[in-house]
């Protein structure tokens, strides 16, 4: 009968699934690999168990640092995802270095209490194809296509496994020659400067073979694919974009990424992007859009379409008279906003009143009369302010409490500047600082144009 530490050697580097040993999917996020990992080093840490589990816990905490040290990085990433454990293998010659004997760590781990079963992410028996990279692209999409929903189909091109010789490359009969550069790996070890007069050694996948270990003579070739082992394919994709989808929500196409021979193809990953709206501004349920109304609306109220919704619908408000709307001022709309996901909640609309004022003169400096009428229909000024002494000032229209911003041609260029008159060049923290160069955030304090 084999003894346990006997029983791990028909345990294959190959079988290790790093991604289970942290309890992620394959297309996890850097962030979510991170948050994995903590959270799998924190519940194995020696210090944290009884002294009769801390041999365990110690290869399980070795087993969590290994496999986060190699998915957290891209490129270690890449070649674990392409080849597995063998392109760390330093008995074939990856030499990736490190403190941790992966040998050592499955011996321990299946001799330490696990009744010969292999823990999560050591798997013995046959193995089940590696799944290939998944693909992300962007999709931009309207704000009428999320609120809506949205079926649509395209044509793509991938690489496909190639039908002649079903992804060896050659010819039928056709035997390879092991790759003279990597020496039949895949991979081999390269320098990268990581700093002035500093460099680090690293695995990379072989550029003579892309990694296959082998190459045919060109005689030899797949007269289809010319050795690649993968063609360039034509087909026709279909995406569903539910109703209530938010930026940054998924599409996922399963197995639709790059075919590679010996893997699982991943999954085509679609990341919506939301087009800003000319009109509409969405926050998570919610919409807010501006209510555009005149003065004499606001004074005497309304009753009309006042905005067309995103599935075109119009918005009819009834707006009482003798109820004064103000600049500003937000009236709410329940069940208006986005549709919610899976349910058939909305969200709410949120109008803001935005009063178009009359045009400077509008009403004639010589019209007493209409003067007059409107002086007599509008509410009354307050009781005159008294004063021993009164002075008649002048004064300038149009200035700012805020910054104000302006494009300064400067020969061939341009130079945007911002100006803050109330407080300007003063040490008052509540003024401004008056003229500033708004192309250069970080210096822009303090700076003053000396051309106006």
């Given at each position: 009968m084999l003894s346990p530490k006997n029983r791990t050697v028909a345990v294959d580097a190959e079988d290790?699934?790093?991604?289970e040993i942290l309890g992620v999917e394959r297309s996890s996020t850097k962030v979510e690999i991170k948050k994995a990992y903590h959270k799998a080093a924190l519940s194995s840490h020696p210090d944290k168990v009884p002294e009769d589990e801390r041999s365990e816990s110690e290869m399980k905490f070795k087993a969590v640092s290994q496999a986060y040290e190699i998915l957290y990085d891209d490129e270690k990433?890449?070649?674990?995802?392409?080849?597995?454990?063998?392109?760390?293998?330093?008995?074939?010659?990856?030499?990736?270095?490190?403190?941790?004997?992966?040998?050592?760590?499955?011996?321990?781990?299946?001799?330490?209490?696990m009744g010969g079963h292999p823990p999560p992410g050591f798997g013995g028996g046959p193995m089940t194809p590696r799944k290939g990279r998944d693909e992300e692209k962007k999709y931009e999409v309207t704000l009428?296509?999320?609120?809506?929903?949205?079926?649509?189909?395209?044509?793509?091109?991938?690489?496909?496994?190639?039908?002649?010789?079903?992804?060896?490359?050659?010819k039928e009969k056709a035997k390879p020659k092991t790759c003279a550069t990597c020496h039949g790996r895949g991979y081999t070890q390269g320098l990268r400067s990581i700093g002035p007069g500093l460099v680090t050694q690293e695995t990379v996948i072989c550029n003579s073979c892309?990694?296959?270990?082998?190459?045919?003579?060109?005689?030899?070739?797949?007269?289809?694919?010319?050795g690649g082992r993968v063609v360039e394919e034509k087909n026709f994709l279909e995406i569903y974009i539910p109703r209530g989808s938010k930026q940054g929500d998924r599409i996922v196409l399963s197995g639709e990424a790059d075919q590679v021979p010996d893997q699982e193809p991943g999954d085509l990953v679609f990341v919506l992007s939301e087009i800003e709206h000319e009109k509409f501004t969405r926050a998570g349920p919610d919409l807010t859009a501006p209510l555009e109304i005149t003065l004499a609306e606001s004074l005497c109220g309304f009753s009309r379409v006042v905005l067309k919704h995103l599935d075109g619908r119009g918005i009819h408000i009834h707006h009482p008279r003798g109820q004064v709307l103000r600049p500003n001022q937000v009236l709410k709309v329940s069940g208006e906003g986005m549709p919610?996901?899976?349910?058939?909640?909305?969200?709410?609309?949120?109008?803001?009143?935005?009063?178009?004022?009359?045009?400077?003169?509008?009403?004639?400096?010589?019209?007493?009369?209409?003067?007059?009428?409107?002086?007599?229909?509008?509410?009354?000024?307050?009781?005159?302010?008294?004063?021993?002494?009164?002075?008649?000032?002048?004064?300038?229209?149009?200035?700012n409490l805020e910054e104000v911003s302006f494009r300064v041609n400067r020969g061939p260029s341009h130079q945007t500047l911002r100006y803050r008159q109330f407080g300007a060049n003063s040490d008052d923290a509540r003024?401004?600082?008056?003229?500033?160069?708004?192309?250069?955030?970080?210096?822009a304090e303090g700076v003053q144009c000396a051309q106006q």
């Open positions: 290790i699934d790093l991604y990433r890449h070649l674990y995802d392409t080849h597995g454990m063998a392109a760390f293998d330093p008995s074939r010659g990856s030499g990736m270095g490190g403190d941790v004997d992966f040998d050592d760590i499955i011996s321990h781990m299946f001799g330490m209490g009428e296509e999320l609120y809506k929903g949205k079926t649509t189909k395209f044509a793509s091109t991938k690489n496909v496994v190639c039908g002649v010789c079903k992804g060896n490359g050659g892309k990694g296959t270990g082998k190459l045919f003579k060109e005689k030899d070739r797949c007269r289809k694919c010319k919610i996901k899976k349910s058939e909640a909305r969200g709410d609309l949120f109008l803001v009143v935005d009063i178009a004022f009359p045009d400077d003169d509008w009403l004639k400096a010589d019209d007493d009369a209409t003067a007059k009428k409107l002086k007599e229909l509008l509410p009354k000024p307050e009781k005159p302010i008294l004063a021993e002494t009164v002075d008649e000032v002048e004064y300038e229209a149009g200035a003024g401004g600082s008056g003229w500033v160069d708004a192309d250069d955030d970080d210096e």
